[in-house]
Protein backbone atom coordinates (compact mmCIF):
# COMPACT_ATOMS: atom_id res chain seq x y z
CA UNK A 1 0.00 0.00 0.00
CA UNK A 2 1.26 3.48 -0.83
CA UNK A 3 1.92 5.65 2.24
CA UNK A 4 3.45 8.77 3.46
CA UNK A 5 4.00 9.67 7.01
CA UNK A 6 5.15 12.32 8.48
CA UNK A 7 6.54 13.42 11.32
CA UNK A 8 8.79 16.34 12.88
CA UNK A 9 6.76 19.05 13.06
CA UNK A 10 6.16 21.51 16.29
CA UNK A 11 6.21 25.05 17.47
CA UNK A 12 9.61 26.90 17.58
CA UNK A 13 11.35 30.29 18.32
CA UNK A 14 12.64 32.12 15.09
CA UNK A 15 16.50 31.04 14.59
CA UNK A 16 15.34 27.64 15.45
CA UNK A 17 15.82 24.39 13.70
CA UNK A 18 13.52 22.14 12.81
CA UNK A 19 13.77 18.27 10.71
CA UNK A 20 10.66 16.97 8.71
CA UNK A 21 10.32 13.11 8.15
CA UNK A 22 8.53 11.81 5.95
CA UNK A 23 8.78 7.95 5.51
CA UNK A 24 7.23 6.44 2.23
CA UNK A 25 5.53 2.79 1.82
CA UNK A 26 4.66 1.02 -1.33
CA UNK A 27 6.13 2.08 -4.39
CA UNK A 28 6.18 5.79 -3.62
CA UNK A 29 10.05 5.97 -2.43
CA UNK A 30 10.60 5.18 -5.95
CA UNK A 31 8.60 7.90 -7.51
CA UNK A 32 9.91 10.10 -10.38
CA UNK A 33 9.46 12.72 -8.63
CA UNK A 34 9.29 13.63 -4.30
CA UNK A 35 8.85 16.99 -3.18
CA UNK A 36 7.96 19.18 0.09
CA UNK A 37 5.11 21.64 0.27
CA UNK A 38 3.74 24.02 2.80
CA UNK A 39 0.33 25.94 3.07
CA UNK A 40 0.08 28.89 5.29
CA UNK A 41 -3.60 29.60 6.64
CA UNK A 42 -5.84 31.14 3.78
CA UNK A 43 -2.82 30.68 1.11
CA UNK A 44 -2.43 28.08 -1.91
CA UNK A 45 -0.37 25.03 -1.38
CA UNK A 46 3.29 25.80 -2.47
CA UNK A 47 6.54 23.93 -3.30
CA UNK A 48 9.46 24.52 -1.30
CA UNK A 49 11.59 21.58 -2.13
CA UNK A 50 11.28 19.36 -5.23
CA UNK A 51 13.43 16.38 -6.15
CA UNK A 52 12.95 14.43 -10.13
CA UNK A 53 16.26 13.06 -10.37
CA UNK A 54 18.63 15.45 -10.68
CA UNK A 55 19.69 18.33 -8.12
CA UNK A 56 17.25 19.45 -5.44
CA UNK A 57 14.99 22.74 -6.39
CA UNK A 58 14.25 24.91 -3.49
CA UNK A 59 11.98 27.95 -3.46
CA UNK A 60 14.00 31.38 -3.26
CA UNK A 61 11.96 31.80 -0.25
CA UNK A 62 14.03 28.80 1.59
CA UNK A 63 17.31 28.58 -0.33
CA UNK A 64 20.32 28.50 1.82
CA UNK A 65 17.98 27.41 4.64
CA UNK A 66 16.06 24.17 3.82
CA UNK A 67 17.94 21.08 2.76
CA UNK A 68 16.04 18.47 1.28
CA UNK A 69 17.97 14.94 1.64
CA UNK A 70 16.72 11.08 1.21
CA UNK A 71 17.57 7.88 3.03
CA UNK A 72 17.21 5.22 0.57
CA UNK A 73 18.15 2.37 3.19
CA UNK A 74 15.01 3.70 5.33
CA UNK A 75 12.78 4.73 2.85
CA UNK A 76 12.63 7.97 4.46
CA UNK A 77 12.94 11.74 2.90
CA UNK A 78 13.72 14.71 5.23
CA UNK A 79 13.32 18.42 5.45
CA UNK A 80 16.21 19.92 7.44
CA UNK A 81 14.89 23.55 8.08
CA UNK A 82 17.51 26.05 9.69
CA UNK A 83 17.27 29.84 10.27
CA UNK A 84 12.99 29.41 11.04
CA UNK A 85 11.12 32.32 10.14
CA UNK A 86 7.93 33.32 11.41
CA UNK A 87 6.78 33.11 7.72
CA UNK A 88 7.54 30.05 7.53
CA UNK A 89 4.54 28.54 9.47
CA UNK A 90 2.36 26.78 7.31
CA UNK A 91 1.63 22.86 7.17
CA UNK A 92 4.32 20.91 5.64
CA UNK A 93 3.08 17.71 2.95
CA UNK A 94 5.78 15.34 1.69
CA UNK A 95 4.46 14.14 -1.45
CA UNK A 96 4.96 11.32 -4.59
CA UNK A 97 4.77 11.64 -8.15
CA UNK A 98 4.24 8.64 -10.36
CA UNK A 99 3.38 10.32 -13.12
CA UNK A 100 5.06 11.54 -15.88
CA UNK A 101 5.84 15.05 -15.97
CA UNK A 102 8.19 18.00 -17.81
CA UNK A 103 8.35 19.74 -13.89
CA UNK A 104 6.66 18.63 -10.65
CA UNK A 105 6.67 22.15 -9.22
CA UNK A 106 2.80 22.37 -8.83
CA UNK A 107 0.50 20.36 -6.42
CA UNK A 108 -1.46 18.65 -9.26
CA UNK A 109 1.76 16.81 -10.79
CA UNK A 110 1.73 14.75 -7.53
CA UNK A 111 -0.58 11.80 -6.71
CA UNK A 112 0.42 10.65 -3.35
CA UNK A 113 0.20 12.73 -0.19
CA UNK A 114 1.48 12.70 3.55
CA UNK A 115 -1.58 13.81 6.26
CA UNK A 116 0.60 17.09 6.87
CA UNK A 117 2.19 18.44 9.88
CA UNK A 118 2.60 21.95 11.55
CA UNK A 119 5.53 23.62 11.84
CA UNK A 120 4.60 27.54 13.96
CA UNK A 121 7.27 29.54 14.08
CA UNK A 122 6.91 32.54 16.87
CA UNK A 123 8.69 35.85 16.72
Known amino acids: QEQLVESGGGSVQAGDSLRLSCLAS????????MAWFRQAPGKERVAVAT??????DYADSVKGRFTMSRDNAKKTMYLQMNSLKPEDTAVYYC??????????????????WGQGTQVTVSS
Open 95 to 112: AASTYSAPTYYTPGRYNY
Open 26 to 33: GRTFNSNA
Open 51 to 56: WSGGPT
